[in-house]
């Protein structure tokens, strides 16, 4: 009988021990992952003391309430959205047939509408709209 109430502490004891690892291992997941999501201290502090107060649960509801990307995720996406504003703008648009154009085109290559002229006193590239070459002051025809 001793015998297995020794046998009974022991696996009592292990449990206690693997229950209260978890715990701490759960934590310090949570605080690790937190701190790839957000740099908001109070958030980082809140998220590991749910965790602690309500160990697998606090775990749950932690996956459903964390920021779904990352601050390299977020940081990535910023850049490729930068990215993708800065190629737009090297491009224009033609007011005609709205085909992509570059910005020093003079003419639209798909329906030649003419897009830009040339400045007669300078020859720099003038916008149909100017009266005057922002370039030399030159009148544009």
């Known amino acids: 009988m001793d015998t297995i109430a020794t046998i009974l502490n022991y696996v009592l004891a292990f449990l206690i021990a693997y229950i209260l690892a978890l715990w701490v291992a759960l934590a310090i997941w949570a605080f690790y992952d937190i701190r790839t999501r957000t740099s908001d201290i109070l958030v980082q502090l809140f998220s590991v003391l749910l965790v602690l107060a309500f160990n697998i649960f ?7 309430l964390r920021p779904k990307e990352t601050l390299a995720e977020a940081n990535v996406l910023a850049l490729e959205e930068e990215s993708y504003m800065v190629e737009s703008e ?6 005609n047939c709205e085909h992509r154009v570059e910005k020093d085109y003079v003419v639209c290559p798909m329906c030649q509408l003419d897009l ?13 709209r100017w009266n005057v070459c922002a370039y030399c002051g030159t009148p544009v025809q």
């Not at 040339?118 to 020859?123: E, S, Y």
């Open 58 to 64: 606090g775990l749950i509801l932690y996956l459903f």
């Open 90 to 95: 090297a491009w224009a648009r033609c007011p």
């Open 116 to 128: 830009k002229k040339r400045c007669t006193g300078c020859r720099n590239l003038a916008d149909l």
